[in-house]
């Protein structure tokens, strides 16, 4: 098969390669379609140190070669029976097992979902890593209530447009920080109520005035060293719930305000097979909604769409066809 495989100092090369072979209790799929995420340039620079060369890839769509079934692939494998956390084993697709970035993937059977009714392979492949996450943050761990305020930090990026799309969807109030008004604007096609630019000073400030003063129910926080802005952002009682650390991999808050404003700080990251599966309910409840796609190259250009992901030129996801 054809396939783009991590080398070292990052280069990635699209080459032949053998078929993986599916063991007992593993479903092998013909991939159509490949979803970027920013954790897969983090693979390629060697920021996720794991064995080279190694194919590239958690998302992706396609058929079950031994069934015929149309498919989408859960990437979070071996989570385990506890909702709460991952167990021992738990990984991502494209670390140490093989991805997504190539024409067949084995995956195990209890990572397959059925694809959306009536969506495309493109549509199907943007979703799982960044939808999932995006959900988990939001329900499993934000609780997330209809007609409360979530407050998204970076409207550009693959999680974030999820967040916004999932959170409006549910009857929640939706706001966003960005460096551009213009990504202010693209936010608000798809679901934001309003948003501050990150780059103004105090802009804490200009959130809370967007809620009259009371400050936001949610804040969905993937930078890090933002977290003592987002929680200068929220009301007494309120959830900043963690993804990532784009920005920094430390923060120092105010203690004192955090414990009298009975706030909570949750991490997450990823999702359980329940998590997906109630991801999947929720998209077949709003039959009209898809994900935000940017472009899509064919598989060989994947370091062309890796290029346009790390200048962050893009809104939404970028999606390779096998």
């Not at 329940?274 to 009209?288: I, K, N, Q, S, W």
């Amino acid at each position: 098969m054809q396939a783009v495989r991590v080398h070292e100092g990052g280069e990635l090369v699209y080459e032949t390669v053998a078929d993986p072979v599916p063991g007992e209790g593993e479903a092998l799929v013909e991939l159509r379609c490949a979803g970027l995420n920013r954790r897969d340039s983090y693979v390629a620079a060697g920021t996720y140190p794991f064995p080279l060369p190694l194919i590239a890839g958690s998302d992706g769509a396609g058929v079950r070669r031994d069934t015929g079934e149309e498919v989408v692939i859960l990437p979070s494998l071996h989570w385990g029976d506890d909702d709460r956390a991952p167990g021992p084993d738990w990984e991502i697709l494209g670390d140490r097992t093989d991805g997504t970035y190539a024409e067949l993937v084995a995956v195990p059977e209890a990572n397959v979902f059925p694809k959306p009714r009536a969506w495309s392979w493109t549509d199907a492949a943007a979703l799982p890593l960044a939808g999932l996450t995006a959900h988990r943050a939001l329900f499993a761990r934000g609780g997330l209530r209809r007609g409360e305020t979530v407050l998204v930090l970076g409207a550009g990026g693959g999680v974030a447009t999820f967040a916004i799309a999932l959170a409006r969807l549910a009857g929640a109030r939706v706001l966003v920080t960005s460096s551009s008004r213009e990504r202010i604007e693209r936010a608000r096609g798809i679901g934001a109520d309003d948003g501050v630019l990150y780059t103004q000073d105090g802009w804490p400030a200009a959130v809370r005035a967007l809620t009259k003063g009371e400050g936001v129910d949610l804040v969905i926080d993937s930078v890090g060293e933002t977290w003592p802005d987002a929680l200068g952002t929220l009301r007494a009682g309120g959830r900043l719930v963690a993804f990532g650390a784009t920005g920094a991999a430390s923060a120092r808050v105010d203690v004192r305000s955090f414990y009298f404003g009975q706030q909570s700080i949750l991490g997450t990251t990823m999702g359980s097979p329940r998590d997906f599966a109630a991801l999947l309910r929720a998209v077949e409840e709003a039959p009209d909604w898809r994900p935000v796609v940017d472009r899509i190259l064919p598989l060989d250009r994947a370091a062309e769409a890796h290029a346009v992901m790390e200048r962050r030129e893009h809104v939404g996801k970028l999606v390779l066809a096998a």
